[in-house]
Nanobody, 124 residues
Framework: QVQLVESGGGLVQAGGSLRLSCVAS????????MGWFRQAPGKEREFVAH????????YYADSVKGRFTISRDNAKNTVYLQMNSLKPEDTAVYYC?????????????????WGQGTQVTVSS
């Protein structure tokens, strides 16, 4: 079992920044990959970013590439999502997820555990 708790969401103006955090517990954090997803009202959950267990490998959705940065601190059991140059279309509930099988995938169905989500709202 893995428990994930996100924080850091909020209301920000377009062009602003937020940093999301996700603290994991229950299993050895450095043993699995992590991802961030988001879901806007009326839309399906979509991939945002992924980071390998070591932090060496990262990849992003095209829509956030160059603006968002995923990172992790294995000593703190925490994964981060730094979001810069935010746009109104980034408004969504953001979820972190654990990839215990190390698929390294962008598919939500391949992730094993999910946090409860944190709301990000970007005003124009």
């Amino acid at each position: 079992q893995v428990q994930l708790v996100e924080s850091g969401g909020g209301l920000v103006q377009a062009g602003g920044s937020l940093r999301l955090s996700c603290v994991a517990s229950g299993r050895t954090f450095s043993a699995y990959h992590m991802g961030w997803f988001r879901q806007a009202p009326g839309k399906e959950r979509e991939f945002v970013a992924h980071i390998s267990w070591s932090g060496i490998t990262t990849y992003y959705a095209d829509s956030v590439k160059g603006r968002f940065t995923i990172s992790r601190d294995n000593a703190k059991n925490t994964v981060y999502l730094q979001m810069n140059s935010l746009k109104p279309e980034d408004t969504a509930v953001y979820y972190c997820a654990a990839d215990l099988q190390r698929y390294g995938t962008t598919l939500a169905s391949e992730y094993d555990y999910w946090g409860q989500g944190t709301q990000v709202t970007v005003s124009s």
